[in-house]
């Protein structure tokens, strides 16, 4: 408990707040990094909290009933956020993702995805607006998500078993609560619905067949994803990452795939359809076959600091100038010099070294930053 309100303390120290060039520029709509990333999607977190304690993002033992989460004060008002996003899609973004830890316990949710849905990209389009949930509140949320703007929703599901749900979201919420939320949100239009799975061996990795069984033939798009060791209150250890090869290993084996083109450059997942035609499932590898060299996002903490690598160690204050009065013409400048100097690429480095990677000993919480 102590150790990760350190941990956040330490992260606030070391985010730096950028410098305002000298010669101020006017966005392009297209802005490249130094490995030719160009920066097309922004993910959002809107709060540091969450109703679960799920083993891998916010475990009991480190999140517990005392754990200090942020003031309200702290977070990035609505208005804050668009017009951070406004500076982001002026640069080429055309989707924001909407996370957290849980972004439907941000109140008022709706009155956000209404100013976000406003937005225009460079060429005129609405953005791809989406919002990535534990499900828990999707029921009672879907309507209202929908007629605000939100084009569609990422759910999180990690077994269709009761006792290792329970076991995993460490606080006893039931399967059939999410798939009733799933069902909501298929009801009210919000798709392409995605339904990720984290697999963590020795813990659900024996529910990837029923998983893939349940939802084969459904509306919803089944994606595997390989542990990760986000920030370090989960424990990770490679011996516990089942890769993506070995989980369409096991699928195939009963009920055959073939893998299939991306829908778009950058895109994290890897498609295979089924080859009776039930539809597709995605594996995202990001640990065993990493995809840094397409990684085209950026991420806003839910108190205004850029980070420009989901494993990063520190990260841009974008509200200290905002708040120290700098124009929207001079933090667009600023941005476009960080997204310039971008190099990150953390996966490729440590999937090439297996376990002799030094790890930087405090990294970026995903339930600060958000997966």
């Not at 990770?236 to 829908?263: F, G």
């Not at 089924?274 to 590898?285: A, F, K, L």
């Not at 953390?346 to 970026?364: G, H, M, W």
């Amino acid at each position: 408990m102590y150790e990760k309100t350190t941990l956040i303390a330490d992260h606030r120290h070391l985010n730096a707040v950028p410098s305002i060039p000298s010669v101020i520029e006017t966005p392009t709509g297209f802005v490249a990094d130094a490995l030719a990333r160009p920066l097309q999607d922004l993910r959002i977190s809107l709060t540091d909290r969450c109703n679960f304690r799920c083993v891998y993002c916010m475990p009991e033992e480190v999140f517990g009933k005392d754990h200090v989460f942020m003031p309200r004060s702290s977070l990035l008002s609505f208005e804050e956020i668009t017009r951070i996003a406004r500076i982001f899609v002026n640069h080429g973004v055309k989707k924001i993702r909407l996370t957290g830890g849980e972004p439907l316990l941000r109140k008022h949710i709706e009155n956000l995805i209404g100013m976000l849905a406003q937005l225009k990209t460079c060429d005129g389009r609405d953005l791809d607006l989406t919002l990535t949930t534990n499900g828990s509140l999707l029921a009672k949320k879907a309507q209202s998500l929908k007629d605000a703007g939100l084009t569609r929703v990422t759910v999180s599901l990690d077994s269709l078993d009761d006792t290792t749900f329970k076991r995993m979201n460490g606080v006893d919420f039931p399967v059939s609560e999410v798939l009733r939320g799933l069902d909501a949100a298929h009801a009210v239009g919000l798709g392409p619905i995605k339904v990720n799975m984290v697999v963590k061996g020795g813990m659900n990795d024996q529910e990837i067949i029923p998983m893939a069984r349940h939802f084969k033939g459904s509306p919803f798009v089944l994606r595997f994803i390989e542990f990760m060791d986000v920030g370090v209150s989960n424990n990770w250890k490679m011996d516990e990452v089942i890769p993506s090869a070995e989980v369409v290993r096991r699928i195939s084996a009963h009920m055959p795939l073939e893998e299939i083109e991306p829908n778009s450059t950058g895109e994290t997942a890897e498609r295979w359809r089924y080859r009776d035609g039930g539809g597709e499932i995605g594996v995202i590898s990001s640990v065993t076959k990493t995809f840094c060299h397409e990684c085209v996002r950026a991420r806003l903490s839910t108190e205004g600091v850029l980070y420009t690598c989901l494993f990063a160690a520190n990260g841009h204050d974008l509200r200290a100038l905002m708040h120290g009065g700098k124009s929207d013409e001079e933090i667009s400048t600023a941005l476009a010099h960080l997204w310039r100097k971008r190099t990150d690429r953390y996966s490729e480095l440590r999937s090439a070294l297996t376990n002799d990677i030094s790890r930087p000993a405090r990294k970026i919480e995903m339930s600060y930053i958000g997966g």
